[in-house]
């Protein structure tokens, strides 16, 4: 099993639909979680930056942490082609970029 | 465009030939990172350096790999007798340390290993 497991999708939605996002992980330590999106042929962007459990909102963006049971979303509401992308989740025990696992990434296409 | 930089943005080259990436961090920025990403798959860290020195390196990287960042300005990481395995997306990413929300990531460089 590994640390960070995440549907790799691909995920179609019509424009305008609210979307889930979500990871499952196996430790733990995990404290830290981020969520980045990439666009094809270019690196990932940080989108959310959370510690411990509760939401977070940032515009149309909200991170969801469940350390009870080990699992995190990001929901993307009235959700835009422009959104369309591929989305990991990474966390850590600490904040240290060193020790970041990433997952492998949702594919998420936005039709419009 | 974050502001990092890297060059060459693609790289095909022929096993057992040497390569070498080049990555400009945003200025200010004190902590630069490297990251391989194969296809499919999330970045997973290779190194990582603090102004100059370069604290910590990953299993990953082999003997064949060897980075360095002169000055604490830009960072090169080099691959020797380089292998198919070797390909993937090589990405560079830079932060003030300690602070998550100020990593930008660099556009990669694509490494085809024939």
């Known amino acids: 099993q590994k640390e960070v497991e995440q549907d790799p999708g691909p995920l179609s939605v019509p424009e305008g639909a609210i979307v889930s996002l979500n990871c499952t992980y196996s430790?733990?330590?995990?404290?830290?979680f981020m969520w980045y999106r990439q666009y094809s042929r270019k690196g990932p962007e940080l989108l959310m930056y959370?510690?411990?459990?509760g939401n977070k909102e940032d515009g149309r963006f909200t991170a969801q942490v469940d350390k009870s049971s080990k699992y995190i979303s990001l929901f993307i509401r009235d959700s835009q082609p422009s959104d369309s992308a591929t989305y990991l989740c990474?966390?850590?025990?600490?904040?240290?970029?060193?020790?970041?696992?990433f997952g492998p990434g949702t594919r998420l296409s936005v039709l419009p | 465009d974050t502001g990092v930089s890297q060059d060459p943005r693609h790289k095909i080259t022929k096993r057992g030939q040497n390569v070498t990436f080049r990555c400009d961090p945003i200025?200010?920025?004190?902590?630069l990172y490297w990251y391989r990403q194969t296809l499919g798959q999330g970045p997973e860290f290779l190194t990582y350096?603090?102004?100059?020195?370069?604290?910590?390196k990953s299993r990953l990287l082999s003997d064949r790999f060897s980075a360095e960042r002169p000055k604490g300005s830009f960072s090169t990481l080099e691959i020797q007798r380089t292998e198919q395995g070797d390909s993937a997306m090589y990405l560079c990413?830079?932060?003030?340390?300690?602070?998550?929300?100020?990593?930008?990531f660099g556009p990669g460089t694509r490494l085809t290993v024939l």
């Open positions: 959370t510690y411990s459990s």
């Open positions: 200025s200010e920025h004190n902590r």
């Open positions: 990474a966390m850590s025990a600490n904040n240290y970029g060193q020790n970041f696992v």
């Open positions: 430790n733990s330590a995990f404290q830290y």
């Open positions: 350096f603090q102004n100059e020195a370069q604290l910590e």
């Open positions: 990413a830079s932060e003030l340390a300690g602070e998550r929300d100020t990593q930008y």
